[in-house]
């Protein structure tokens, strides 16, 4: 009789913690497969479109270096002019080696953040204001104007979050 209730002592343990470990894996993985991706990414943004209300944007990723890094990238993609000037210009490099461009639908939340654009439309009133926030809206109107500046020149920072845009920050470049 002792043995017996041994045997069913250790069966039902066995299922109980079976129970909770099964329970507690697939908690886990649910939370895993729950977890936010995101992402941030240099890039150029090629085209931006809206369509039933949603904006997508096409952007052309870039690598982007700064200080020791970007001296290192410089050393080695064009040594002769490392030779000559001793380091990246204006302590930034970019690289851009595939043609692959991707497209992102852009959050109608997203942060902008711009430096650098035509606030007035006069070119004497072209001043840095760094990350002065704007409305995706207005980031609309100041992608498309290029009489006197072409934002589309700069490189962006862009964040996506489970594959949308929800931060485009401009990079000033000299």
């Given at each position: 009789?002792?043995?017996?209730?041994?045997?069913?002592?250790?069966?039902?343990?066995?299922?109980?913690?079976?129970?909770?470990?099964?329970?507690?894996?697939?908690?886990?993985?649910?939370?895993?497969?729950?977890?936010?991706?995101?992402?941030?990414?240099?890039?150029?943004?090629?085209?931006?479109?809206?369509?039933?209300?949603?904006?997508?944007?096409?952007?052309?990723?870039?690598?982007?270096?700064?200080?020791?890094?970007?001296?290192?990238?410089?050393?080695?993609?064009?040594?002769?002019?490392?030779?000559?000037?001793?380091?990246?210009?204006?302590?930034?490099?970019?690289?851009?080696?595939?043609?692959?461009?991707?497209?992102?639908?852009?959050?109608?939340?997203?942060?902008?953040?711009?430096?650098?654009?035509?606030?007035?439309?006069?070119?004497?009133?072209?001043?840095?204001?760094?990350?002065?926030?704007?409305?995706l809206n207005k980031f609309k109107s100041i992608y498309r104007n290029t009489k006197?500046?072409?934002?589309?020149?700069?490189?962006?920072?862009?964040?996506?979050?489970?594959?949308?845009?929800?931060?485009?920050?401009?990079?000033?470049?000299?």
């Amino acid at each position: 009789m002792k043995r017996t209730a041994a045997i069913i002592m250790a069966v039902f343990s066995f299922v109980v913690v079976s129970v909770f470990s099964t329970s507690g894996t697939a908690t886990a993985a649910g939370a895993a497969q729950n977890a936010v991706k995101t992402q941030t990414r240099t890039v150029y943004i090629k085209q931006m479109k809206t369509s039933d209300g949603h904006v997508r944007i096409t952007v052309d990723p870039i690598g982007w270096y700064v200080g020791k890094e970007a001296d290192r990238k410089f050393k080695e993609r064009e040594p002769e002019a490392f030779k000559e000037i001793g380091g990246a210009p204006d302590g930034y490099y970019i690289t851009n080696d595939s043609k692959r461009t991707a497209s992102y639908q852009v959050a109608s939340d997203a942060k902008v953040m711009m430096q650098i654009y035509d606030r007035t439309g006069k070119m004497e009133d072209i001043d840095l204001k760094w990350n002065e926030k704007v409305s995706l809206n207005k980031f609309k109107s100041i992608y498309r104007n290029t009489k006197l500046m072409d934002v589309r020149e700069f490189p962006y920072h862009i964040t996506i979050k489970n594959g949308q845009v929800v931060k485009i920050v401009q990079q000033f470049i000299p």
